[in-house]
T-cell receptor, first 118, second 108 residues
């Protein structure tokens, strides 16, 4: 079974530029997550989708970050304009769970995109 | 929100040694996962263990949900075990909250 796919693996941009990341979850997984991992810290949830709807985006800096999952499968995360403090690894994860209360919600992570903002 | 604390923050061992990593959490949880982040940054699932004990080869984990902690045991360490180990908990909304990690270095 293929794992979570992400691209690109690395990206270097200047501050105030825009950037987009792509994620394809494990086939059949209803829930998709984007996490931000700053160097030396644990990942922090940015946004959670259930199929193509947003469940939680309370920690997404909406003035510059946006995300979509149009057909309930793959997803894109965009930053516009980027700031120096956005330098981090952006991790996508997915889980099989079909809704709140589901007991099967183990999350599986992709390889991440390492973003450097200069 | 829930607090997740991992200890020790850093651990340096010789190959063949055993180790115990601890994860404390401040509130009841529905789900707890242990991950290994390898030097390339990939998070590898080790255990999905909201309660009880599980074993997988040289690794085992125990979660005592009533006392709000989990332990990860690594026996006969190998250099490939090096990396950062994360504990992450979910209180029922399917959102994982991660600890700060334990950085394990296994020297040959």
């Amino acid at each position: 079974e293929a794992g979570v796919a992400q691209s690109p693996r690395y990206k270097i941009i200047e501050k105030r530029q825009s950037v987009a990341f792509w994620c394809n979850p494990i086939s059949g997984h209803a829930t998709l997550y984007w996490y931000q991992q700053i160097l030396g810290q644990g990942p922090k949830l940015l946004i959670q989708f259930q199929n193509n709807g947003v469940v939680d985006d309370s920690q997404l800096p909406k003035d510059r970050f946006s995300a979509e999952r149009l057909k309930g499968v793959d997803s894109t995360l965009k930053i516009q304009p980027a700031k120096l403090e956005d330098s981090a690894v952006y991790l996508c994860a997915s889980s099989l769970s079909s809704g709140r209360g589901s007991s099967y919600n183990e999350q599986f992570f992709g390889p991440g995109t390492r973003l450097t903002v200069l | 929100g829930i607090q997740v604390e991992q200890s020790p923050p850093d651990l340096i061992l010789q190959e063949g040694a055993n180790s115990t990593l601890r994860c404390n959490f401040s509130d009841s949880v529905n789900n707890l996962q242990w991950f290994h982040q390898n030097p390339w940054g990939q998070l590898i699932n080790l255990f999905y263990i909201p309660s009880g004990t599980k074993q997988n080869g040289r690794l085992s984990a125990t979660t005592v949900a009533t006392e709000r902690y989990s332990l990860l045991y690594i026996s006969s360490s190998q250099t490939t075990d090096s990396g950062v180990y994360f504990c992450a908990v979910d209180q029922g909304a399917q959102k994982l909250v991660f600890g700060q990690g334990t950085r394990l270095t296994i020297n040959p």
